[in-house]
């Protein structure tokens, strides 16, 4: 198997891992980007196309395809943030969130949805962000799907998908086949611990390398620790290199200067770097309204095999419950499948000891729904907010109230019914509290009478969104809608912590398209000429 | 919301036990193993075989694994971590906090699993966190592990060349 990256760092890439500096050094570039995921990546393959010098810098390690061997033991502390568990301050929500280069789309299960209209729709009524209609973010996705090779996936999907299909087909609930970022995929299923084979289209393997061929510079293992400002303009970025562990700073500073900075490093990291930095922010809406489409699990017990581990991860979802109401009436969920391995199943499954061994001998059999709740068009919800501990790391605090609990009641009800409906003779949703039900009359008073509370219910979220939200005017947000923050005059936010609400989809593709279009007009301003063509 | 150490000051337990609590003596992942060698076989019964050689030998590389997890942890989560080993480990706050009376290697498995439901069903978020914490450290560590996997029918990654 061939490792194209490897096969570019040995043509000359330059590409530095900052654990293994021995002293202090300082970079100066046009534009300095902080985080190497969805919208640091796309930033810095558009701006060295516009012939700027680029300085990508990411906290976590560079590992490529050879290194992924498709073993939780690896994957999880090598890949994510916090080793796939960072939670909620009040550790009721766990977060799946890449932390390598590449960012989340390393290690994403490569669904690829266009911004819902809907949701453009409400940023431009609610949030006033007139410039961003279905119509003018069109060609941005179009683009973006050519460049990343997006398309609807053409094999049928594997058992664990066919039965939320078939169930649903049973109760009338439409479902549609989920876009992917796949080249020639072999249809493994490991998605999520890096793809071996090359055939997610991630930023490992497209953006990073376009910007590397162009001479942009890559430091990894790199903590970006604070900017540092001079009236309205930040001048440097102070960032501490991390020793081998990935956690612990070296000693070794690296002082990194630019005309231009853009923070990508994700809708924690971001806002927790500006808040480090003390950032102007006149109007108190920095790190506020952190969404993450809180998810609730329904595991189904078949009496065939499932193997839910094997074949593309998600690839059947279904929209259905997002559109039963106004969008920012009771939430609405999307529903979509979830691969299954041990470590992930075996952590996010309730119970110990005989009961959980008992489910654990019928993992084969199993089958997961998830729903994905959309969160921050409602009044009542606002998400969450963050903050910092006392060692400056961030930390997000996110209250689940009664309106995302009644949606999460709803949500555990089609999934049971959904899972029924496709023949699975057993269903639990995964609460502490629930013990199984073997038909849906009694799942469906179950589960009407279960206590719902943090804690209790498992809620995970792999969407990391909003914090430095776009705006109409400096009152409302931190960022125009072209991504400039409105009170530092020489700052971008190009990650996921633009969006003003959720997505009510995977975000990988909003933030492609959004971000394509925002680095173009950053590019233009920069080198003074037109916006380059982008692919 | 309450945070662990603001939990410990104004619950049950006080600051002085917390404070008592982080000065117990071994060093922490000694105090570590022994707490994890109770919980462990309460944890997994029914994946860990009932009685013969290899029990001792899979509870101890199970413990392994957690320590290994742990070390690649935030250096906050670990911190955290390392607080609730803390309550565990010092004798008031384990029959105070967790109500297990006996010190850990005397404790019955009955105990043990009293202990492991009271916390699930507590009614602070700090226990409930605290046995969350425990259920995902012990089983992660187990099905990490490919000798975990025939027991499951999961037949481990496919071949890749």
Known sequence: ?535 | MTTRREFLKTGVAGALLLNLAACASPPESDRRAVVLAALIPVFLEGALPANGGTRGELITRTIAGVEKAIAGLSLATQKEIGELFDLLSFAPTRMIVAGVWSPWPEATPEAIGKFLESWRHSRFDLLKSGYAGLHDLIFGAWYARPDTWAAIDYPGPPKVE
């Not at chain 1, 976590?60 to 916090?82: C, H, I, K, N, V």
């Not at chain 1, 990194?256 to 806002?271: K, Q």
């Not at chain 1, 581990?309 to 039963?324: C, E, I, K, N, R």
Request: aromatic share 6%.
């Open chain 1, 1 to 535: 198997m061939r490792d194209p990256f490897r096969e570019g760092l040995a043509s000359g890439w330059k590409h530095i891992d900052a654990s293994e500096l021995a002293a202090d050094r300082t970079f100066e570039a046009d534009v300095v980007i902080v985080g190497s995921g969805a919208g640091g990546s796309v930033t810095a393959e558009l701006l060295s196309a516009a012939g700027l010098e680029v300085v990508i810098i990411e906290e976590g390690p560079l590992r490529t395809s050879s290194d992924f061997r498709m073993l939780e033991s690896e994957a999880y502390p090598d890949l994510y943030q916090d080793s796939a568990s960072r939670q909620t301050a009040d550790k009721a929500i766990k977060i799946l969130q890449g932390r390598c280069v590449g960012g989340s789309t390393t290690v994403n299960w490569t669904s690829s949805f266009r911004t819902p209209p809907a949701t453009l729709q409400w940023w431009q009524t609610a949030h006033g962000l007139k410039n961003l209609s279905v119509d003018a973010m069109a060609p941005w996705f179009a683009a973006m799907e050519l460049r990343l090779h997006v398309g609807l996936w053409p094999l049928p999907p594997n058992d664990n998908n066919a039965a939320l299909a078939r169930g649903a087909a049973q109760l009338d609930i439409p479902v549609a086949v989920i876009p992917r970022n796949v080249k020639m995929c072999w249809n493994l299923g490991y998605c999520g611990m890096g793809c071996p084979t090359n055939a997610k289209q991630s930023m490992l393997l497209t953006t990073i390398p376009a910007a590397l061929a162009r001479g942009a510079t890559l430091i990894s293992r790199l903590r970006a620790e604070k900017l540092e400002f001079s009236g309205n303009k930040a001048v440097a970025l102070e960032a501490l290199a991390l020793k081998p562990d990935g956690l612990r700073p070296s000693g070794i500073r690296v002082s990194l200067r630019a005309r231009h900075f853009v923070l990508a490093g994700g809708a924690i990291n971001t806002p927790a770097l500006l808040l480090r930095s003390h950032a102007a922010d006149p109007h108190g809406r920095l790190g506020k309204r952190t969404f993450l489409h809180p998810t609730l699990v329904s595991a189904a017990l078949f009496d065939k095999p499932i193997r839910a581990y094997a074949g593309a991860p998600q690839s059947v979802y279904s929209d259905h419950f997002l559109t039963q109401a106004p969008v920012d009436g009771p939430l609405g969920f999307e529903l979509e499948a979830a691969p299954l391995h041990p470590v992930l199943f075996a952590t996010t499954l309730h119970g110990w000891g005989e009961a959980h061994a008992r489910l654990m001998r019928e993992f084969a059999n199993s089958q997961t729904i998830l729903a994905l709740v959309r969160d921050g068009f409602h009044p009542a919800s606002s998400g969450g907010q963050v903050k910092l501990r006392d060692d400056g790391s961030p930390l997000l605090d996110y209250p689940l109230n009664e309106t995302f609990w009644e949606a999460a009641r709803r949500a555990l009800l089609a999934m049971a019914e959904i899972q029924f409906a496709a023949g699975a003779p057993w269903v639990t949703p995964v609460h502490e509290a629930a013990v199984g039900y073997q038909t849906w009359a009694e799942a469906k008073q179950g589960i009407a009478n279960l206590p719902l509370a943090p804690l209790r219910c498992r809620v995970v979220s792999a969407h990391v969104m909003g914090g430095c939200a776009m705006a109409d005017a400096p009152e409302r947000g931190v960022v125009s809608d072209e991504g400039r923050h409105f009170q530092i005059e020489n700052l971008s936010i190009h990650d996921g912590s633009l969006f003003p609400t959720s997505i009510g989809a995977n975000p990988q593709l909003s933030i492609y398209g959004l971000v394509a279009r925002n680095a173009s007009l950053l590019a233009a301003a920069l080198a003074g000429k037109p916006r380059p063509a982008i692919l």
